[in-house]
């Protein structure tokens, strides 16, 4: 069975710019997760999306955005990028996170490493 | 709003050692659910194990175990007979029921020296 894959793996942009990223989830996999791992800031969560929809978001700006295609698969989009930006992505998927399947561990892809110069 | 905590930033062990990775949490659920990762340095999150706050035993997987005590709110994980191998950053994290985001401790670098 494939795992997560994410591309690219690596990205170098400039500040202002805008960064696309991407996500296929496990296939049967239907929730993904987007999260940020900056450097002396921990793994902070950014974004869920199920069945195509938003349905949370953390603690982070609006420049931050994406979304869910019909296949499940997922865009990271980060606008205006900033230098603060520059950190490891990892998308997650999950079985649907409701009911029976609440404890369903979220498995990661290998993540992209986004540079912001 | 959840918490997890990890108090050991690194540990350092020789081969063959056991080691255990501490991890505290804070949640008002009454049903959570709670996690260790894997980060080797190639940079991807590899589940290892999962509780549920409702099970009362603890269990042993291969050379995992895990002390789960509701009563203090800790999930600590035990590697037996460690192996040059398990050098890697390990999280505990939370979910409650009531979302699906988890939250992670900060982490615990693991070295393994031969």
């Known amino acids: 069975e494939a795992g997560v894959t994410q591309s690219p793996t690596h990205l170098i942009k400039t500040r202002g710019q805008q960064a696309t990223l991407r996500c296929s989830p496990i296939?049967?996999?239907?929730?993904v997760y987007w999260y940020q791992q900056a450097l002396g800031l921990g793994l902070q969560f950014l974004l869920w999306?199920?069945?195509?929809?938003?349905?949370n978001r953390g603690n982070f700006p609006p420049r931050f955005s994406g979304r869910q295609f019909p296949n499940y698969s997922s865009e990271l989009n980060v606008n205006a990028l900033e230098l603060e930006d520059s950190a490891l992505y990892l998308c997650?998927?999950?079985?649907?996170?409701?009911?029976?399947?609440?404890?369903?561990?979220?498995?990661f892809g290998d993540g992209t490493r986004l540079s912001i110069l | 709003a959840q918490k997890v905590t990890q108090a050991q930033t690194e540990i350092s062990v020789v081969e063959k050692e056991d080691v255990t990775l501490d991890c505290v949490y804070e949640?008002?659920?009454?049903?959570?659910?709670l996690f260790w990762y894997k980060q080797p340095p190639s940079g991807e999150l590899v589940f290892l194990i999962r509780?549920?706050?409702?099970?009362?035993q603890n269990e042993i997987s291969g050379r995992y175990s895990w002390n789960f005590q509701k009563s203090t709110s800790s999930f600590n994980f035990t590697i037996t007979a460690s192996q040059v191998v398990d050098s890697a950053v390990y999280f505990c994290?939370?979910?409650?029921?009531?979302?699906?985001?988890?939250?992670f401790g900060e982490g615990t670098q693991l070295t393994v020296n031969p």
């Open positions: 296939s049967g996999h239907t929730s």
């Open positions: 949640t008002r659920d009454t049903t959570y659910y």
């Open positions: 997650a998927s999950s079985l649907r996170w409701w009911g029976r399947y609440s404890n369903q561990p979220q498995h």
């Open positions: 509780r549920n706050s409702f099970d009362e």
């Open positions: 999306y199920d069945e195509g929809e938003e349905r």
């Open positions: 994290a939370l979910k409650e029921t009531s979302g699906s985001r988890l939250t």
